[in-house]
C-alpha cells in the first residue's frame, strides 16, 4: 500500500425517465411523475454520499412516424421545480438539472438557479444543453429559430451573460441593517450590459448572490463544439465514452483543451456514464443484467427499432456510424434516429443531448 | 348559516409595509432563505387558511436603499416550502409577457405534484421597460396587450394542463405500450400573441387544472379574471362598493356562459394588527417612519383584532365576498396576530373552518377537480 491519498471520485445519480431503457414494466418500478418516486431515489443517493443527483428535460413529446412514441417511458415533471422541492427533504446533495439554453431566456433562468441554490443553501448544478431543432420549437414562442451550427455559440453567450446576471450583486449586498436603515447598498448592486448575436440585455438583476454564486456549470456535448464549450466554461463534462481506451482519449482531448482558456486539468471534471447490475455474486448479478436487459426490449419495442433503423442499416450506417439516439430533448427526425439503444446503453445521448443512459437498476430498485 | 370564508395571506419579503424589515420582529437577514418562507406558510397553515400567495417580477421594484430589494423566484420558493406543509394552498405568481407558457403550464403542474394538488396561480403581466430590457427580445406592450396576451397564456396553459387524460399512463405490458397515445391531445394552439403545439411534457396534475387566481388591480385584469379565474381577488372600499363589482362580476360571467359560483370573489385587505387601536396607529407611524407610506389600498384595518374578525364577519354577513386576500404590514407579527386572535373568533362565530376538510385547494375552495377538456369518456380519476 502507497502512502499516497487515494484519488476520491465523484458519483452522481440520474433518475431514470424518459428513454427507452427504463424498464417501466417491472412491477417494482413505481412512478415515473410522483414527487415520492424522486424524495425516494435522491435521498438514497445522498445515503450514498454521491456529489449530485441530476434530472434530463425534454421539451416535446417523441413521436414516430408522426404520432407520439408510445412503448418507452413518456412524461415528465419540471424538473427545477422538482429539484427545489427536494431541497426540502435532503441535505447536502447536489441538485442538478438540465435546462435548454434555446427556449429560454438569461434572465428567467439565472434567477431560477440562484433560487434553487438560495433554497438549498448551496447545491444547485445546471447542465446546459442547446436544441436547434424546428420540432421542440413548435411548443415555444419563437418557434424553430436557431440555426444548428450555432447552437454552441447560443450555449457559451447564454452562460456568459447568466454569469454577469449572478456577478452583478456583490456577495455581502444585503446588509438588513435595521439600525442604520440600509437594506442594500446601492454600490452593492451593479448594472449588467450584455451585448452579443443572442442576447441583447441590461439592467438590474433582482436575486442576491446565491450561496455558490454560480451553479456548478455541467455540460454534456460530445462533439467538438461541445468539448470546447465544456473547456471554457465548464465544471463537469459527461462523457459517453465508458470504454478504456475511448475514456482515455477523451479525458486527454477535454483535458487538453483546458490550458487555452488558462485553466487547470482539474477545473474541469469528466463524469463518464456507468450503468451498474449489482446481485449477491457475480453469477446473481449476471442473472440480474440479463433479466433486465430481456425487460429492456419488449417485441414491440424491437419492432419499433427495426422499423426506425431500417433505412440506416440499409445504408450500412450502423455498425460504423453512431445512430443518433432520439433523446428527451428531440424527436427522432431521421429514419435512424432511436436506434442504436441495445447496443450504446451506457453511452450518453447525442451531443446537445440531456440525459445519460439511465441507471437501469435504480428503476427496479 | 353563514358560508365558511376563504382566506389567502400574502407572505411577501417582511410583510406589505416598506418599513416592516425594520420591525425589531423582523428578521429581514433571513430573507432569502428557505425558513423565513417554510415558517410563514407553516403559520398560515395554523391558521386553517385557504392559501398563502408569493408574489413575483423580473425587477427591482425600488431604488430605495432603505427598502428590501430583490426577490426569490416565487414558484420554486413555494415548490421549497411544499414537502413541509401538508394543507395550505400554495399560489405564485407567475407573469405571463416575458415567459414561454409551455414553460409556466409544467411549472405550475409540477408544483402541483409535489405539493399533492395545492397549487394555484396568481397570473400578473410586466408593464415595465426595466422588464422589456432584461429579456431584451420586445418593446413594452400597452396594457391592452399585456392582459389580453394574459389572457391567451392562461388558455393556452390550461389546455396544456388537459392535453394528458388522467388515465393516459397504462404501462400494458401485453402491447408493450407505456401510455395510451389516443389520451394524450395535441394542443395546437394559435392566439395572437403565440402558438403552442402540446401535449405537455407533464402528465395531468392532482387538481387536474390548479387554480387560477387574478388580482382585478385594473378593468383589463378584472375582465381576464371573469373569463378565465377560479378566484378573483377585488379593491373594494366598502360593503356597498364590493357588492357593486360582485354584481358586475356577476353579469360578466353570464355574458361569458360561466356560472356564477364556478368563481370566489376575495376582497384583498391590508391589515395592521395590535392590541389597540392607539398602538396600532403608533406602530404604523413608526413604520412609516422608517419606511415611507404603503401604497394607498381601497381596504385596510390598522386596529385590533377583534374590530377586524367584526369586519371581516360583516362583509360575510353581507354575502358580498367569499373571503379575503389578507395583507399583513408586518411579517411574522401581523400574521401571528390573525392566526392566534382574529382566525379563533371567526371560528367561535362560525364563518371559518376549524379544520381542513379536504387536501387540495381546490378543496378548500369547494371546487370539483374539473373533467378533462378532451377527454371522449367521463371515467376520470379522482385524487
Given amino acids: 500500500m502507497s502512502d499516497k491519498p487515494r484519488k476520491q471520485v465523484h458519483l452522481a445519480a440520474h433518475f431514470p425517465g424518459v428513454n427507452n431503457t427504463t424498464v417501466w414494466s417491472d412491477p417494482q418500478s413505481g412512478s415515473q411523475t410522483d414527487f415520492s418516486s424522486f424524495v425516494h431515489l435522491a435521498r438514497t443517493a445522498e445515503r450514498g454520499k454521491f456529489d449530485f443527483f441530476f ?50 431566456e438569461p434572465y428567467e433562468l439565472a434567477r431560477q438557479f440562484a433560487t434553487l441554490d438560495h433554497l438549498s443553501n448551496g447545491r444547485a448544478a445546471w447542465n446546459a444543453v442547446t436544441s436547434p431543432d424546428a420540432f421542440t420549437g413548435e411548443n415555444f414562442r419563437r418557434g424553430g429559430f436557431l440555426e444548428r451550427s450555432l447552437r454552441y455559440d447560443r450555449a457559451g453567450e447564454f452562460i456568459t451573460a447568466a454569469r454577469a446576471l449572478w456577478d452583478s450583486w456583490a456577495d455581502d449586498a444585503v446588509v438588513a441593517d435595521a439600525e442604520s436603515g440600509v437594506f442594500i447598498d446601492d454600490a452593492s448592486i451593479a448594472t449588467f450590459h450584455h451585448g452579443g448575436d443572442e442576447f441583447s440585455i441590461s439592467g438590474e438583476f433582482n436575486v442576491p448572490r446565491s450561496p455558490q454564486g454560480h451553479p456548478v456549470q455541467i455540460q454534456a456535448g460530445d462533439s467538438d463544439g461541445g468539448r470546447e464549450l465544456a473547456a471554457q466554461q465548464a465544471d463537469v463534462i459527461f462523457s459517453r465514452h465508458s470504454g478504456w481506451d475511448d475514456g482515455r482519449a477523451f479525458f486527454a482531448d477535454v483535458k487538453r483543451r483546458l490550458a487555452t482558456y488558462g485553466r487547470a486539468p482539474d477545473d474541469l471534471k469528466i463524469v463518464p456514464a456507468a450503468v451498474a447490475f449489482l446481485g449477491d455474486d457475480r453469477e446473481d448479478a449476471l442473472e440480474k443484467a440479463a433479466h433486465i436487459r430481456r425487460q429492456q426490449v419488449s417485441p414491440q419495442g424491437a419492432i419499433a427499432f427495426l422499423d426506425r433503423c431500417g433505412d440506416a442499416i440499409s445504408r450500412r450506417t450502423i455498425p460504423t456510424v453512431r445512430c443518433r439516439t432520439s433523446t428527451p430533448t428531440s424527436a427522432p427526425r431521421s429514419p435512424a434516429a432511436g436506434c442504436a439503444t441495445s447496443r450504446t446503453r451506457s453511452r450518453w445521448p447525442r451531443s446537445g443531448g440531456t440525459s445519460p443512459r439511465p441507471s437501469t437498476s435504480a428503476s427496479v430498485s | 348559516m353563514t358560508k365558511s370564508l376563504h382566506i389567502g395571506i400574502s407572505i411577501d419579503g417582511a410583510g406589505q409595509h416598506p418599513g416592516a424589515w425594520r420591525d425589531p420582529r423582523a428578521r429581514p437577514e433571513r430573507l432569502f432563505t428557505a425558513e423565513h418562507t417554510v415558517e410563514l406558510a407553516r403559520l398560515a397553515e395554523r391558521g386553517v387558511l385557504d392559501y398563502v400567495s408569493l408574489d413575483d417580477s423580473f425587477r427591482l421594484r425600488t431604488d430605495r436603499t432603505d427598502h428590501v430589494r430583490g426577490q426569490l423566484d416565487a414558484l420554486l420558493t413555494l415548490a421549497r416550502v411544499a414537502p413541509q406543509t401538508a394543507s395550505i394552498g400554495l399560489v405564485p405568481t407567475v407573469t405571463t409577457t416575458h415567459t414561454e407558457p409551455f414553460h409556466v403550464s409544467k411549472n405550475l403542474a409540477t408544483l402541483d405534484f409535489v405539493s399533492l394538488g395545492r397549487a394555484g396561480w396568481l397570473v400578473d403581466v410586466s408593464t415595465t421597460e426595466a422588464e422589456a430590457f432584461h429579456f431584451g427580445r420586445r418593446t413594452v406592450a400597452g396594457p391592452a396587450d399585456l392582459y389580453a396576451e394574459a389572457g391567451e397564456a392562461i388558455d393556452v396553459v390550461s389546455q396544456l394542463w388537459d392535453s394528458w387524460e388522467d388515465d393516459a399512463v397504462i404501462r400494458d405490458i401485453g402491447t408493450g405500450r407505456y401510455i395510451d397515445r389516443d389520451k394524450l391531445h395535441v394542443t395546437n394552439f394559435e392566439g395572437k400573441y403565440f402558438s403552442v403545439r402540446g401535449p405537455s411534457i407533464t402528465p395531468r396534475s392532482p387538481q387536474g387544472q390548479p387554480i387560477v387566481v387574478v388580482d382585478a388591480v385594473n378593468e383589463l385584469a378584472l375582465e381576464v379574471g371573469i373569463e378565465r379565474a377560479d378566484v378573483i381577488l377585488i379593491h373594494a372600499a366598502s360593503i356597498t362598493d364590493a357588492a357593486a363589482t360582485r354584481e358586475r362580476i356577476r353579469r360578466g360571467l353570464v355574458g361569458v356562459a360561466r356560472a356564477p359560483d364556478d368563481v370566489a370573489v376575495l376582497a384583498v385587505i391590508d391589515v395592521q394588527l395590535a392590541d389597540t387601536n392607539e398602538a396600532a396607529a403608533a406602530m404604523r407611524a413608526q413604520l412609516d417612519a422608517w419606511g415611507g407610506r404603503l401604497p394607498a389600498s381601497a381596504l385596510e384595518h390598522i386596529g385590533t383584532s377583534q374590530a377586524l374578525a367584526d369586519l371581516l364577519e360583516a362583509w360575510a354577513a353581507a354575502g358580498v365576498v367569499d373571503g379575503f386576500h389578507v395583507r399583513p404590514a408586518t411579517l411574522p407579527d401581523t400574521l401571528e396576530r390573525f392566526v392566534d386572535d382574529v382566525v379563533p373568533v371567526l371560528q367561535q362565530r362560525g364563518v371559518v373552518r376549524t379544520e381542513y376538510v379536504g387536501t387540495t385547494l381546490r378543496d378548500h375552495f369547494g371546487l370539483e377537480r374539473p373533467a378533462n377538456r378532451y377527454a371522449t369518456t367521463r371515467a376520470h380519476g379522482g385524487t
Fill in chain 1, 55 to 104: 434530472l434530463a428535460e425534454g421539451l416535446r413529446l417523441r413521436e414516430h412516424r408522426g404520432e407520439i412514441f408510445d412503448l418507452d417511458v413518456v412524461g415528465r415533471p419540471d424538473s427545477l421545480t422538482v429539484l427545489s422541492a427536494l431541497a426540502a427533504v435532503t441535505d447536502r446533495i447536489g441538485l442538478a438539472a438540465t435546462l435548454n439554453t434555446t427556449f429560454n
